[in-house]
């Protein structure tokens, strides 16, 4: 569901519900696929990244290359499109739910795509995303296990004061 540009389609919907009792494979009706979005390219690029690193312990280097190109490019996508959207007259309009979820999901992306790229601007959206007061998520958790070289040492400190 990755388009040439990066963009993530967030799925595929039937035009209608299926016929009653019609599979799958049995499909009749027009199916189409959503606009790409920033939340749904976000999500993708957390999970692609986090396979990539998996497939690199298991030596699976040449997969694991794929994985990450295609992390990078929707993070990449994502990021522009995400400042469009921020940046967008519409903005206000939007729920509280996705000005919530967004920045979450955003977060843990940007963690996965460092751990996986070291790439020192992935570093900066996580740190930039990154609540200390209220956000003890699983991007939290990926963060203190990185590297110790890899990690902001005055963020740690102050995450540590947190959990006293």
Known sequence: MQLPDGGIRGGVESSEHPNEGSTSWQESLTVLAYAPDHWSGYLYAGVAARAAVVLKML??????QVWEKSAVKAMEWSEAEYERWKNSPDYEKVTNRAKNA?????????VEVYRLTQNKRWHEVYLATQNLKSNRSEATFIYARLDPTLVDKTYKRSRRSLDN
């Open 59 to 64: 030596d699976r280097n040449e997969l694991a």
């Open 102 to 110: 967004v920045p979450a999901e955003r977060n843990l992306a940007a």
